[in-house]
């Protein structure tokens, strides 16, 4: 029997789907499909943020990382931030700008550990 991809789609609509002898009839099976695409939009959102997360980090030495993260959790301003970048030679501004990203992503990183 040869049918197409439409008519299998027609088909499957109108039958349904059926879970635990339970017909959800068309809207079930729509529900399911949306719900499937929604579960995989998200797992893909979620492993791309986290492989960006990672790139971002990879890019800026641990020990500025670490240096950065114990100067905002002490309060400190940005400019005072970008002070210390330059004394310790980060003297471009797009550098220090990507070791504040840097930071951000890794504050990021912890609060979406937090969440799940």
Known sequence: MDIS???????????G????KVNLGSIG???MWALSVAGIYFVAWYRFTMRL??????ITPAEVREMLFH???DGKDELTIRGALERRGW???DDQTLALEALGVQIAAMEMARQT
């Open 91 to 93: 003297i471009d501004g």
């Open 17 to 20: 789907i059926q879970l635990k």
């Open 29 to 31: 099976l729509l529900i």
């Open 5 to 15: 991809i439409f008519d299998f789609f027609r088909l499957r609509l109108e039958n």
């Open 53 to 58: 997360f990672n790139h971002i980090s990879e």
């Open 71 to 73: 100067m905002a959790c």
